[in-house]
């Protein structure tokens, strides 16, 4: 069964002090992992898309990795701002419209 | 601005009345989603489209409908809404399918009673 898992639940950081979030899935034939984040009363909001083991992409203080078995979203010297629930999901070769997100790590950075 | 719509908002309604969520998006994306989202269960896929008269399952379709009939919106339908369809509900579009940069509306609250 395809599963996408996502740890810890819930971290607490003090800003600066860098860390990574955790995304394992088991799908076979994967098409995309994607990442999200989301901020409370909204809509998620597309951070990456990573489609190859090896892949890695960066926007400011984020980087995301992907492996054949899971993917980390690494923070580096985190700000307040970047306080937010950050979502895992995949999608596959073989139903590319359907999509599987994983539960979310909520994120606090505390100044 | 690019940007996906919801309506309404916050919905308050009975046990088996018939209701639809409206979804349209302004991006001429082919490829449309709706997601509920409950605690502790995460984002589940409702339905979705690949394109106008092209829609399928998620993989929690049981007691909603969908229907594509033009590109832009993609309303979702509870016939006989019951309780555990109390959640937060959002609807996603996206140019090349599946999640690739997809944008997501601001979400329906609805209540079953």
């Known amino acids: 069964e395809d599963q996408v898992t996502q740890s810890p639940e819930a971290l607490r950081l003090q800003e600066g002090e860098s860390s990574s979030l955790n995304c394992s899935y088991t799908v076979s034939g994967l098409r995309g992992l994607f990442w999200y984040r989301q901020d409370p009363g909204k809509g998620p909001e597309f951070l990456f898309t990573?489609?190859?083991a090896g892949e890695e992409k960066e926007k400011e203080r984020l980087k995301a990795t992907l492996t054949k078995k899971e993917s980390f979203l690494h923070i580096t010297a985190p700000k307040p701002e970047d306080s937010a629930t950050y979502l895992c999901?995949?999608?596959?070769?073989?139903?590319?419209?359907?999509?599987?997100f994983g539960d979310g790590t909520t994120l606090t950075v505390k100044p | 601005e690019a940007q996906v719509t919801q309506n309404p908002r916050y919905l308050i309604t009975v046990t088996g009345k018939k209701l639809t969520v409206t979804c349209s998006q302004n991006m001429n994306h082919e490829y449309m989603s709706w997601y509920r989202q409950d605690p502790g269960l995460g984002l589940r896929q409702i339905y979705y489209s690949m394109n106008v008269e092209v829609t399928d399952k998620g993989d929690v379709p049981e007691g909603y409908k969908v229907s594509r009939k033009e590109k832009r919106n993609f309303p979702l339908i509870l016939e006989s809404p019951s309780p555990n369809q109390t959640s937060l509900y959002f609807c996603?579009?996206?140019?090349?399918?599946?999640?690739?940069?997809?944008?997501f509306g601001q979400g329906t609250r609805l209540t079953v009673v």
């Open positions: 996603a579009s996206s140019l090349g399918g599946s999640l690739t940069e997809a944008f």
């Open positions: 999901a995949v999608g596959w070769h073989t139903n590319a419209g359907k999509s599987t």
């Open positions: 990573l489609y190859s």
